[in-house]
């Protein structure tokens, strides 16, 4: 076999996407007993780690948002829409537990989504498989593992653009980002589908400018894209210093 065309080996790597952990783990179900802060530490550890067994990863690494990012420089109303009903005890301390402990960092500046994306293309001698419920990254990447559902996500390149096309005509809920008022799924999809006949991303650019500015009027049209484009786009650039990975101790079952 000639040896330069054997495919390299990667080890796997579990790349968190961590910001739902703590409120995960902080929330107390109907009628349930308050967690104490001992009980929410030791759920962190074996959320994580049945999670690292479910994806087979030999090492991992995770990422938070600390402050806010630089959307909210754009756009100050960006995730204004979210309110957490239940006051959620020991929400700081449990981040801090997943820095401490487990070596998650995070980036001023940036949303954990920038920085796990970033990992995944600048650390290529590992196959990363980003863990996150989140649908912005769920459907962003090639392969992410859903841990609410216990399960991966596989998408094409055609998937990844789609979605995010997507969201720019009909906004994201969510986030707090409009898109084009009175456009909805339908009319996203009859955009897409016509823009993917030229089969190049910027004529995708285009054509979503082109319905902007027909709705709001030039500048304005203008303005609303790029600030939507701004705020659902992932930066995949961002510079990382040397990430720490945890490696998985390998647990042998018995029969």
């Known amino acids: 076999m000639d040896e330069s065309r054997e495919e390299k080996y990667k080890p796997t790597v579990g790349v968190y996407d961590a910001d739902f952990l703590p409120y995960y783990i902080c929330h107390n179900k109907k009628d349930e007993p308050e967690k104490t802060l001992e009980e929410c530490y030791t759920l962190v550890d074996n959320f994580i780690d049945n999670i690292n067994q479910a994806i087979e990863a030999e090492f991992y690494c995770g990422f938070l ?105 009909t906004g994201d809920t969510t986030d707090n980002i409009k898109g084009i008022p009175g456009k909805g799924p339908a009319a996203a999809k009859s955009i897409y589908e016509f823009g993917k006949v030229i089969k190049h991303p910027k004529f995708l650019a285009g054509l979503a400018l082109t319905n902007y500015i027909e709705h709001f009027g030039e500048v304005r049209g203008i303005e609303e894209f790029y600030k939507n484009f701004k705020c659902l786009n992932l930066v995949n650039t961002v510079v990382l210093d040397d990430v720490k990975l945890n490696k998985i101790e390998k647990i042998e079952f018995s029969e």
Not at 105 to 129: C, H, M, N, P, W
Not at 137 to 151: H, M
Request: net charge positive.
């Open 65 to 169: 948002t600390v402050g806010k990012c630089f959307r909210y420089t754009i756009y100050p109303d960006y995730k204004a829409n979210r309110k957490y009903e239940q006051k959620l005890n020991y929400l700081d301390r449990v981040k801090e537990y997943l820095i401490t402990k487990h070596n998650f960092t995070y980036l001023s500046g940036y949303e954990a989504d920038d920085l796990v994306v970033s990992f995944k293309r600048q650390y290529v001698d590992f196959k990363s498989i980003i863990v996150s419920p989140d649908k912005d990254i769920l459907y962003s990447v090639d392969v992410a593992y859903n841990p609410r559902k216990n399960e991966f996500v596989h998408n094409y390149p055609e998937d990844i653009s789609k979605y995010f096309w997507t969201s720019m005509i």
